[in-house]
């Protein structure tokens, strides 16, 4: 299996850029290019693009979070007309304001009906037409009943056969939170690494990375947001985790 060349499904948000992270470290020896892909799909945060490029900026090659100059690319699909007709649909609604915990119908209020499925479609076929072997998400395991039926074990297991059989070439999809704990996978990174990468890290995720769900920018003690929605409440449990991983 070619580990010079690895896609990613990258959003610009804490998780994906932990995936690109890990898939820097992990493949260090090999590695000479990523592919980041972007999928403007109508999301109310319009910011997202912005902080998708801000990463990649701060990861350019030599750059201390990207010491073995590893080309990095941003690649956006201009997906919204496949999402056109599920504008009720919270995470695409201007008008809803997203709350953490909040369902419709037994579903999370920002779920978006088969957008995994479709961001993996796409990204399977970039892989399957540019000959990667690895498509990576920052996606993180839910169990079910939390109301994001389409990021659980099960759903993965079950589209990577599909997907299989429907192009006859295996091409892995993988995600580090799948392996591994946020613990472990912190401590993965910085593991051999100079003890400035660790501020870098951290500084990176805090200032450059971005996950609301309002589109709020509000400044919070972990980055930027509006504190309240179900992506907020998470990235500052997550980000208290990693500081104390990183700085003890
Ligand atoms: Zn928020």
Redesign the pocket.
Known sequence: MNTKRIAILFSGGKDSTLSLLYVLKKYNQDLKEVDCLFFNYGQKNKDELFYAMSVIEKLAPGSPLNEEEVKITLHTFPVQCLFSTCNRTGLLSSTDK?EAGTKVNNLAQAFVPNRNLLFLTLGYNFCYYNDIDFLFTGSVPEAEGRGYPDNTSMFYTKVKDLLFDSSRKMIYLLSPFFNMSLEDLICFLVHGKEQDYKQHLYNLLVENTY????G?RDSLPYGQ?????G??KTREKDMNIIYKTLFG
């Open positions: 997203l996950s609301c769900h309002n709020v947001g509006c504190g309240e929605c992506a907020c």
